[in-house]
């Protein structure tokens, strides 16, 4: 069965060091995501990408972020300067095209977390 | 704007308890509902899905949950629990994005479920 995959599945990396995080999403899907999650809260929207653009963001989000989908496959998140707080959870997430019933479904990625020190 | 409640951070059953884990949902429309599970340090895993049609569905694990239109509920059941079920599980409902095509979830707090042996 198709799955989203991610690399690493878990990095360390000193405050203001840049990380770049890895997904391959299904191959045919177009719209892709991500999610974070802090550890013991919630899973909590990011962005999502489409047609090689931002389609929406959420307020954390913040400059220091930026998505890339670089050639076919990849999907990358990439946060400039860590800082302590976003040392969390962060699972891919992509979705199929329109029309069907299940055009809702978001297919996640097994995580990759980033310890911020 | 969406909300996702999960109203019991904790839960304990016994081992061959029922279980009832509740959602509650604020959305406009008819949503797509979802309920996860997830271990410890470990990604989510899909338990089942709501789109559309019959309201009671069937999920993995022995696990279903009904659709309550009148009470914006999403409630998970299951009934005898084994103690590998012990996770966190999280509600999220699934709405349109800002582009078409797009999707966005918001996720619940999470309900933390132990069993008791």
């Known amino acids: 069965e198709p799955e989203v995959t991610q690399t690493p599945s878990h990095q360390v990396t000193q405050m203001g060091q840049e990380v770049i995080l890895r997904c391959v999403p299904i191959s045919n899907h177009l719209y892709f995501y991500w999610y974070r999650q802090i550890l013991g809260q919630k899973v909590e929207f990011l962005v999502s990408f489409y047609n090689n653009e931002i389609s929406e963001k959420s307020e954390i989000f913040d400059d220091q972020f930026s998505v890339e989908r670089p050639d076919g496959s990849n999907f990358t998140l990439k946060i400039r300067s860590t800082k302590l707080e976003d040392s969390a959870m962060y699972f891919c997430a992509s979705s199929e095209a329109g029309g069907g019933g299940n055009t809702g479904e978001l297919f996640f990625g097994e995580g990759s977390r980033l310890t911020v020190l | 704007a969406q909300s996702v409640t999960q109203p019991d951070i904790h839960i304990t059953v016994s081992e061959g308890a029922s279980l009832e884990l509740r959602c509650n949902y604020s959305?406009?429309?008819?949503?797509?509902l979802f309920w996860y599970v997830q271990s410890p340090g470990q990604g989510l895993q899909l338990l089942l899905k709501y789109f559309s049609g019959d309201t009671l569905v069937q999920g993995i694990k022995g696990f279903e949950a009904e659709f309550k239109r009148s009470q914006s509920s999403f409630n998970l059941r299951k009934p005898s629990v084994h103690w590998s079920d012990a996770a966190e599980y999280f509600c999220a409902v699934g709405a349109p994005g800002i582009i078409s095509g797009t999707y966005k979830y918001i996720f619940g707090t999470g309900t933390r479920l132990k069993v008791l042996a």
């Open positions: 959305y406009g429309a008819t949503p797509y």
